[in-house]
């Protein structure tokens, strides 16, 4: 019922820049909270940004000052500016929302399928 798909991700060297975007579809009603997550091979999936439907925004110590989270709720879309982007910044991200729909009106929690950022010379 509903899809969120990312996109943005790709090879930048350290120092450089990408934008994500993560555009949810389908019969939604509603979106609350909108997170970003990121995961390497043998690690947990961690927290990188949050964001409310009213814009307060939170933001991992490893990123923050680096990276900015924000929406658009008419296009019911999030999207993470990384900026300063280190080789420790490599990793599937991952954009999750909060998500009630017009047949079902609470909210669960849907995923992206992840796209791969990798930051080297």
């Known amino acids: 019922q509903v899809q969120l798909v990312e996109s943005g991700g790709g090879l930048v060297q350290p120092g450089g820049s990408l934008r994500l975007s993560c555009a949810a579809s389908g019969s939604i009603f509603s979106i609350n909270t909108m997170n970003w997550y990121r995961q390497t091979p043998g690690k947990q999936r961690e927290l990188v940004a949050t964001i409310s439907r009213g814009g307060t925004t939170n933001y991992a110590d490893s990123v923050q000052g680096r990276f900015t989270i924000s929406r658009d709720n008419a296009q019911s879309t999030v999207y993470l500016q990384m900026n300063s982007l280190k080789p420790e910044d490599t990793a599937v991200y991952y954009c999750?929302?909060?998500?009630?729909?017009?047949?079902?009106?609470?909210?669960?929690?849907?995923w992206g399928q992840g796209t791969q950022v990798t930051v080297q010379v």
């Open positions: 999750n929302a909060d998500v009630a729909t017009i047949t079902y009106l609470r909210y669960v929690t849907y």
